[in-house]
């Protein structure tokens, strides 16, 4: 049973930073793709970032230049670095494995998903 952890989350001042961290088991972490979603009340879930079992990224336009997403296989871990933090990144945030080694922008590419962990950036 694939079980995904999402930590640190919490609340933020515009313009901050934060890292959040996913921990897998139950699953050959290595060998899929991993993502990161975003959803705020009323709105649909929204790909964040996304990194290949070999290490290729994507971004969502809006955080581009600002996260960045990196795995370590040896710890079954993948982490979203969050930088220059705008109230609009507030949201509950999900780490999501994918089905595959590769990944499209899309939730259609990933088959678990965490519990979320919310994000709150004040102005």
């Known amino acids: 049973q694939v079980q995904l952890v999402e930590s640190g989350g919490g609340l933020v001042q515009a313009g901050g930073s934060l890292r959040l961290s996913c921990v897998v088991s139950?699953?050959?972490?290595?060998?899929?793709?991993m993502g990161w979603f975003r959803r705020t009340p009323g709105k649909e879930r929204e790909f964040v970032a996304g990194?290949?079992?070999?290490?290729?990224?994507n971004y969502a336009y809006s955080v581009k230049g600002r996260f960045t997403i990196s795995r370590d296989n040896a710890q079954n871990t993948v982490y979203l670095q969050m930088n220059t933090l705008k109230p609009e990144d507030t949201a509950v945030y999900y780490c999501?494995?994918?089905?595959?080694?590769?990944?499209?922008?899309?939730?259609?590419?990933?088959?678990?998903w965490g519990q979320g962990t919310q994000v709150t950036v004040s102005s």
């Open positions: 999501a494995a994918g089905r595959t080694g590769g990944f499209l922008s899309g939730p259609e590419s990933f088959g678990s």
């Open positions: 139950g699953w050959t972490f290595s060998s899929v793709a």
């Open positions: 990194i290949s079992s070999g290490g290729n990224t």
